[in-house]
């Protein structure tokens, strides 16, 4: 279940830095047990980066998923992933497969492009559990 995601909260979020959203992604999806994503009729999006390697985006909320849900990705719904699935079973995935992780991307093309195996160990290291970061 998503929390409530008012004009003000949702601006306020935009207008960070790409860092900044990285942070409020870790902070929200600790703090909600989720992520969303997008996923269409052939199954969850991705793209090309500027290095070629494909891209899962991601965000804390599905508001600001549905905001990216046009052109190409407009039959696209925001799709919920429990956090535990996502550290557990995405991401160590994602790494093995060699793809990288879009965090927050937003319609002015901003976001921060990671690697799982950094996401997951920024999320294991705010989870305030450093021990387990791989």
Known sequence: MSYPLDDAERLRVLALSADGQYQDFIERALANGEVWTLKGPG????????????CFPFWPHPDYARALATDDWSDCVPEPLSLDLFMGRWLPGMERDGRKV???????????????????NDLIAARG??????
């Not at 999006?45 to 494909?54: L, T």
């Not at 559990?129 to 791989?134: F, G, H, I, Q, T």
């Open 129 to 134: 559990r450093p021990d387990l970061a791989v």
């Open 102 to 120: 879009a965090v927050f991307p937003t319609p002015v093309g901003q976001g921060l492009i990671a690697e799982p195996r950094d996401l997951l």
């Open 43 to 54: 199954g969850f999006v991705a793209y090309r980066g500027d290095d070629g390697e494909p």
